[in-house]
């Protein structure tokens, strides 16, 4: 009897450390794939970004910007004629754009031009915030194409730069 007390003594604990084992191996791998997941995310911008950088080419980002934070600052003095005139210009300006920016950046400005004929501070606040992320998305995927173009002559640049430095 003795001896089946010390068996499941030895096993019980045995069984629960093999069990936490592999729950962590288990937390590891899904961990690995959602951060492998993220990476790819990061690495390939949607494809709305791309429309919309592709858009924001044929205009001035930062009148676009600084339309977008006059809007903002006018919803938060209560000014709410202002705010909608600066988020209509913005919105007429990209509706005339070839290519159009896609339907689902649009419509964040016709929610928060119905946001602000409520009177609805909050809504408003967060659509126009939504349109700023995606603008800066789109900004950041041009930047990252500029720099991409431009990395050899960047290297050369660079290049020139040490010899320089080593000659003097």
Do not use: W
């Amino acid at each position: 009897m003795k001896c089946h007390n010390i068996v499941a003594y030895l096993i019980i604990p045995l069984a629960l450390f093999s069990i936490m084992s592999s729950l962590d191996n288990v937390q590891a791998q899904t961990n690995s794939s959602s951060s492998t997941n993220q990476k790819t995310s990061l690495q390939h911008p949607s494809q709305d970004t791309n429309l919309i950088a592709q858009s924001l080419l044929k205009t001035d980002i930062d009148e676009l910007m600084d339309n977008l934070q006059n809007a903002q600052l006018a919803i938060a003095d209560g000014n709410l004629n202002d705010a909608l005139k600066n988020v209509r210009d913005v919105e007429t300006e990209l509706l005339v754009i070839e290519p159009s920016p896609p339907i689902k950046f649009l419509s964040n400005f016709d929610k928060a031009i119905k946001a602000i004929d409520k009177s609805n501070f909050d809504k408003s606040l967060d659509a126009l915030t939504k349109v700023q992320i995606d603008v800066l998305k789109a900004e950041n995927l041009i930047l990252k194409n500029v720099v991409a173009i431009d990395q050899p002559q960047q290297m050369q640049q660079f290049t020139n730069l040490e010899k320089t430095i080593d000659e003097e």
